[in-house]
């Protein structure tokens, strides 16, 4: 070899010397760099996995709670119905009864009245009683008899009235519902579920009665599910009332009286789409717009505890959207008042 | 004509070191004359002594580049402690340096003195944007803002922080022959150029979503109303925060995140600064990368950018990547050029470095954005 070959190769050796001894000071810090970072991938790691143990934890916490409360809600579901068709059964059974009463009625008034006539005519035919009759019709006090009887009479009428057409509402509205829609009178429903309501709506010490105004429109029979149509009337009712009711809070009873409590309730037909429409709206608190986002959440409720099962909203906003493939919607202004919007297809 | 040449040594001696790359650069020319460059240099070495024989070499050229935490060249790949040159031939590309001094005081003046510098020599109007600015002493997103200011919104720009090989100590700029810090030069392509780009980065968010409760720009101080360590060292254990496990930051909407990787902290104030700024009230996560994720991601951006090609043969390709990249994949930081290697039939020049934030517009649009832990791919050519 030439003496510039030798050197060019020392050359290269030295350069090869620098690089290697340069490589080694850098393995070196990059070997300590790559352990810190795999001691922290390996804490990462380690924490995202417990995160994700207590997740699973709570998340089969909450699916035990889910199902406990499907539970109940079977078995109350299933207290319900049969409590439904007790009600029906009871309607129907007491329905025979009254019926003896209010057949019996009118012939007991015609034997009434014309009893009364012949006493009259004894009287007329032989104005001298004796001392004894004289003493007893004193004492029965027969003029007043003669005046309260067809009173008494009429009131028992009125009540046997009353009795039929509650245990008529208890029927309607408990009827239970078969896989198939039905024909349905929805302002039967809706009448039904005010009779329900009807001790709810009186007066009491607090505040006079719940004004109820109705506005029906003329339509058709529509096909639907009845029983959970009235389902949604109760519970739009009972939230309404509610609503007044929590309005009234801290106003005398001649202040609630100069503005009364109010619910409208509004139907009519929707010609050019085939829907009927329902409007229910209340004087009451109305819903601020937070509590309007999630109304119709699952088990969401604004009531105390105990009170509200957050599943009444949510229920009926199936029942209508799903169920019968109608719209619901909400308007309402914090301190006016609410308006629930349903509108259900005729068939 | 567009021509790039590359050279590259690993040679620990700066003088060896620049006459090789001098030496591979002159036969690569084959008699061409290059008008511009860029020198991508690891810290140890006489950066200023390099310079110097550049431009005796090359005389009249437009010089920029940077300190940086590992080179990419067609020539030696993936090295660390190299230097890497790019030299640029082409009569019908204008190619302009300026350079904006003590960004940290000013970035908007700093950043406008650059782009008035470059633009003052050219005859053309500005194409796209290379620079390689200060790391340590401003955040990358005020740099940039600054560039935007000066070149209009649309005008695409490129390149990376640079870096001191993870010391975070002291970063170098460089301008024709001046070595300096707190610094952003840039070069200026106009006329002809053609270019195409992508970005990838691989990493994704792991664990739990916080909010981000107190924050002034890039110093993060509270996340969900705790000190912002706290929440490092829930998921590092005692270890500190560091770029590979970066925050994720998400839009608006929850769904898209794009990532700020933390370069120093706090211990008393429990404070963590970031690279980028992060907005207030930001849902983040953390985020890691496992060696496939940031593999494949490599490979995307070199493929996306490559069929993005507007012309039909292109010149040189640029990698910008970024430093929590490398040093995750250890040993296997080779392949991430290798693999951009595997999709070229033939030769294509290329040349790089390890970033400490990179700069692109996002996929398909003009709208630059500051990036962590990203590869950005930037191919140029002019037919």
């Known amino acids: 070899m030439e003496i510039g070959d030798y050197q060019r190769e020392i050359k290269e050796l030295k350069k090869a010397k620098r690089i290697i001894q340069k490589q080694l000071e850098r393995s070196e810090s990059d070997r300590i760099k790559l352990e810190d970072i795999n001691k922290k991938k390996e804490s990462l790691l380690r924490t995202v996995i417990e995160e994700l143990k207590e997740y699973q934890n709570s998340l089969e916490e909450r699916s035990q709670e889910l199902e406990m409360m499907l539970l109940n809600l079977q078995i109350m579901q299933n207290k319900m119905s049969s409590l439904g068709n007790l009600v029906a059964d009871v309607a129907h059974e007491i329905n025979n009864p009254v019926s003896f009463i ?109 004004q109820v105004v109705k506005d029906y429109g003329e339509f058709p029979l529509i096909k639907c599910f009845p029983g959970q149509l009235n389902q949604v009337f ?25 503005n009364p409590n109010q619910i409208t309730i509004h139907t009519a037909l929707i ?41 009444g909203l949510s229920i009926a906003y199936q029942i209508i959207i799903q169920k019968h493939r109608g719209t619901f919607k909400v308007n309402s ?15 | ?23 591979q650069c002159v036969s690569f020319l084959a008699g061409d ?54 030299l640029f031939c082409s009569d019908e ?68 922080l640079a870096g001191d090989q993870s010391r975070y100590q002291n970063t170098y700029q ?51 109303g705790k000190p912002a360590l706290d929440f490092y060292h829930h998921y590092l254990g005692l270890l500190p925060p560091s770029m590979e496990y970066p925050l994720a930051v998400f839009d608006q909407n929850g769904e898209n995140f794009y990532i700020r990787a933390p370069i120093s902290y706090n211990q008393e104030s429990g404070s963590i600064t970031f690279f980028g700024d992060i907005p207030d009230q930001a849902v983040i996560q953390i985020s890691e990368a496992a060696y496939e994720d940031i593999l494949a991601a490599s490979k995307a951006s070199f493929m996306n950018a490559l069929d993005n090609y507007p012309g039909t043969e292109p010149s040189a390709v640029l990698f910008f990547s970024c430093v929590a990249r490398r040093q995750i994949l250890g040993t296997r930081a080779q392949e991430e050029y290798q693999n951009t290697k595997l999709c070229l039939t033939g030769y294509l020049p290329a040349c790089g470095f390890y970033s400490y934030g990179e700069i692109a517009p996002i996929a398909r649009t003009n709208q630059t954005q500051f990036h962590n832990e990203t590869f950005v791919t930037l191919i140029l050519g002019n037919r």
């Not at chain 1, 106003?251 to 609630?256: A, E, G, Q, T, Y």
């Not at chain 1, 829907?275 to 004087?283: F, K, M, P, S």
């Not at chain 2, 005796?56 to 230097?83: H, N, W």
């Not at chain 2, 840039?186 to 980065?201: E, K, P, Q």
């Open chain 1, 102 to 210: 209010a057949g019996n009625l009118t012939p007991a008034q015609e034997y009434i009245e014309n009893l009364l006539h012949l006493i009259n005519l004894y009287q007329q035919t032989y104005p001298k009683a004796s001392q004894q009759i004289q003493k007893t019709i004193e004492v029965i006090e027969l003029e007043y008899i003669r005046e309260d009887l067809p009173k008494l009479i009429s009131s028992m009428k009125e009540g046997t009235d009353r009795i039929c057409s509650i245990s008529d509402s208890l029927r309607i509205f408990s009827r239970a519902d078969t896989e198939q829609k039905l024909l349905f009178n929805i302002h039967e429903g809706i009448d039904s579920t005010l009779m329900i309501l009807k001790h709810r709506l009186k007066a009491n010490k607090i505040r006079p009665d719940i």
């Open chain 1, 234 to 258: 109760m519970n739009l009712l009972a939230n309404a009332i509610d609503a007044v009711e929590e309005s009234n809070s801290g106003l005398s009873f001649d202040k609630i009286k100069a």
């Open chain 1, 271 to 311: 010609e050019d789409i085939n829907h009927v429409l329902i409007r229910i709206q209340d004087n009451g608190v109305g819903i601020s717009a937070d509590v309007q986002q999630k109304m119709f959440e699952h088990l969401f409720t604004t009531k105390p505890v105990g009170k509200g099962t957050g599943l």
């Open chain 1, 333 to 347: 202004v914090l301190g006016e008042g609410s308006e629930f919007i349903i509108t259900i297809p005729i068939y």
């Open chain 2, 1 to 23: 004509m567009f021509k790039a040449v590359v050279g590259h040594s690993n040679d620990p001696d700066s003088l060896s070191a620049v006459e090789e790359v001098i030496q």
């Open chain 2, 33 to 86: 004359i290059p008008k511009a460059g860029i020198l991508f240099a690891a810290i140890d070495f006489e950066h200023s002594l390099i310079l110097q024989q550049i431009h005796q070499a090359f005389s009249g050229i437009e010089l920029i580049g940077g300190t940086t935490d590992g080179e990419i060249s067609s020539v030696l790949e993936f090295q660390q402690d190299s230097i890497t040159l790019m």
């Open chain 2, 93 to 160: 590309v204008e190619i302009y340096a300026g350079v904006g001094r003590k960004v940290s005081d000013d970035p908007i003046t700093a950043t406008k003195q650059a782009v008035e510098e470059a633009k003052a020599k050219s005859t053309a109007d500005p194409k796209l944007c290379l620079t390689h600015p200060e790391s340590l002493t401003t955040s990358g997103v005020s740099i940039l803002n600054g560039l935007k200011l000066a070149l209009g919104q649309d005008m695409p720009i490129f390149g990376g």
């Open chain 2, 174 to 224: 460089f301008f024709q022959t001046e070595v300096l810090s707190d610094s952003v030069p840039i070069l200026i392509f106009s006329g002809t150029i053609l270019f195409s780009h992508a970005v990838a980065s691989g990493w994704h968010p792991i664990g739990q979503t916080s909010k981000v409760t107190k924050v002034d720009k890039n110093i993060l101080y509270e996340i969900d």
